[in-house]
């Protein structure tokens, strides 16, 4: 039986769960396909609901590989897509939106993600958006990579309040945006999405994280996922494309960080000192 993981209201009232798995550089290689189909399906078998995927991912293939894993459970999934920039208009979004959805085999995204802040005016973009969940193509919308100036603009622009979620790098050594950017949304109830967690597996060869993780019996990447899902309104996205990693990151909701544990990390990854511009990968 599938658990159930814990879950934040978005704004609209809809429950998010709060751990999700990533599928950036999924559907790319033919040669793991296979073993990238299994992990999605091992995630949902272990309560991971939410996958987070993109038109950018593979091409495509990302999207593909999704609806191998997802197919006849549709149900209780939370999918999240994101559309480029350069398809952000009124008139190219809904062919996007529409491919997304023939990729992912499913009718409606639950989730649908400006990916980063382009040419397109964010006003012309929020009517793409509002047209899309009027059709029934898509529960939410959010965006990606949007600082705080961005937000407030896109909170100014007719019908931007409806925004859902920033999604947005984040993890123990990105911390810069807990100056400006994360009171920002949590004042506003907006969903931070946590992309990176572990910065790519980097975070995970730091040495005072390894013996932080090792002194209370979790791995490093339990420890730096724990630390994320021991905020308030932060979902975290982590990727892999192996069954037992999955099953070690989810393990991070069975090892909370005490108060303790957290101010231990701020020694080890202190928080900033003052505003920089948002970071991104
Ligand atoms: N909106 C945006 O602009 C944006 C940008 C970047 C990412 N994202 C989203 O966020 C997701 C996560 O970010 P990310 O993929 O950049 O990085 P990440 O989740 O921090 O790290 C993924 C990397 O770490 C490895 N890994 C995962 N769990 C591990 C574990 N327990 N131990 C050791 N290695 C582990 C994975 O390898 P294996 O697969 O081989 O296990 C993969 O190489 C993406 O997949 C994507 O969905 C969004």
Not at 25 to 46: H, P, Q, S, Y
Not at 84 to 110: F, K, Q, V, W
Not at 162 to 191: C, F, K, S, T
């Amino acid at each position: 039986m599938a658990a159930t993981l814990p879950t934040i209201a978005l704004r609209s009232g809809a429950a998010m769960p709060v751990l999700g798995l990533g599928t950036w550089r999924m559907g790319e290689r033919r040669d793991r396909r296979e073993r990238e189909i299994a992990a999605v399906k091992a995630g949902i078998d272990l309560g991971v609901t939410l996958i987070d995927t993109a038109e950018m991912y593979g091409d495509g293939g990302a999207e593909e590989a999704i609806a191998e894993a997802i197919a006849g459970r549709r149900d209780n999934l939370f999918i999240v897509s994101k559309v480029y920039p350069h398809n952000a208009s009124r008139r190219a979004m809904p062919r996007s939106c529409e491919a997304s959805l023939r990729r992912l085999g499913i009718a409606t995204i639950d989730l649908y993600l400006l990916h980063w802040q382009g040419e397109v005016p964010l006003v012309e973009t929020v009517q793409a958006f509002e047209t899309l969940q009027r059709e029934g193509k898509i529960r939410h919308w959010g965006v990606s990579n949007l600082d705080p100036e961005l937000m407030q603009s896109l909170w100014e622009t007719p019908g931007g309040a409806a925004v859902q979620a920033d999604q947005v790098l984040y993890n123990l050594g990105r911390r810069g945006i807990e100056w400006d950017l994360q009171p920002w949304l949590r004042e506003r109830r907006v969903a931070l999405m946590a992309y990176s967690p572990i910065e790519q597996g980097r975070l995970l060869r730091q040495r005072g994280l390894a013996e932080f993780a090792r002194q209370r019996g979790m791995t490093p990447a339990q420890a730096a996922l724990g630390w994320l899902l021991a905020q308030d309104g932060v979902i975290a996205i982590p990727k892999t494309g192996r069954r037992a990693r999955l099953e070690e990151n989810a393990g991070a909701l069975s090892h909370p960080l005490s108060p303790d544990d957290l101010l231990a990390l701020d020694r080890l990854f202190p928080p900033p000192e003052g505003a920089s511009p948002l970071a991104m990968i």
